[in-house]
């Protein structure tokens, strides 16, 4: 049972056009949420979260936005570069008392043309 | 210090090999954690420590075999390993606590070290 989906593999913008990228969970309990970039062997790299008692938060050219009754998150990169081309991995936490189960979708690949 | 440094950063072994991957953080998170990741695939969790002991054990075989000696260090030791268990294996670590959490929190993961089993 897929907890958090991606159901775009890939995703071609042009450079300096927004790019969008979506995410839906099927777990209400989830209370964050997480957005990594990762390069091709190397770690992911953490880029944005949002608490599940917010609906909005952005930091620079990054914004996620958060629909709770929908089930539905998006990251949304304005404008979009040539080094944002990375695979993006939505991620949902669930809180355990003392560590957080992390669990992500299966990524999306953004190709940011030139 | 905002890192998670794994070592080695390549690794090859016989599947009949005794190895250990390493990780260690100092940015006083008393949650760790190891993921596997195979190409084109999200990372998967293997184990969480919270507080140096373990708390999750995803039904990971026994040829793998996690320790943390300490609230700074994680260790994963490999034995027996088979062809299928080549993958990029990643450490993370947290915070223990949803208390005064940063605006943007997550999950830091370390570069991971890139397996390969033959």
């Known amino acids: 049972d897929q907890q958090v989906k991606q159901n775009s593999p890939s995703l071609s913008v042009q450079e300096g056009r927004i790019s969008i990228l979506n995410c839906d969970y099927t777990n209400s309990m989830f209370d964050y949420f997480l957005w990594y970039k990762k390069y091709p062997a190397e770690g992911p790299t953490f880029l944005i979260s949002i608490s599940s008692i917010k609906d909005k938060n952005e930091d620079g050219r990054f914004t996620v936005f958060l629909n709770k009754s929908a089930k539905h998150l998006s990251l949304h990169i304005v404008p979009s570069q040539p080094g944002d081309s990375a695979v993006y991995f939505c991620a949902a936490s669930l809180f355990k008392t003392s560590y957080d189960k992390v669990i992500f979708g299966p990524g999306t690949s953004l190709s940011v043309i030139p | 210090d905002t890192e998670v440094t794994q070592t080695p950063k390549h690794l090859v072994m016989g599947m009949t090999n005794k190895k250990s991957l390493k990780c260690e953080q100092h940015m006083g998170h008393r949650a760790m954690y190891w993921y596997k990741q195979k190409a084109k695939k999200p990372p998967e969790l293997m184990f969480v420590y919270s507080y140096e002991k373990l708390s999750i054990n995803e039904s990971v075989p026994s040829r793998f075999s996690p320790e943390c000696p300490n609230s700074s260090l994680l260790n994963l030791h490999l034995h027996a390993l088979q062809p299928e268990d080549s993958a990029l294996y990643l450490c993370?670590?947290?915070?223990?606590?949803?208390?005064?959490?940063?605006?943007?929190?997550?999950?830091?993961f370390g570069s991971g070290t890139r397996l390969t089993v033959v």
């Open positions: 993370a670590s947290s915070h223990i606590s949803r208390a005064f959490l940063p605006t943007n929190y997550g999950y830091t």
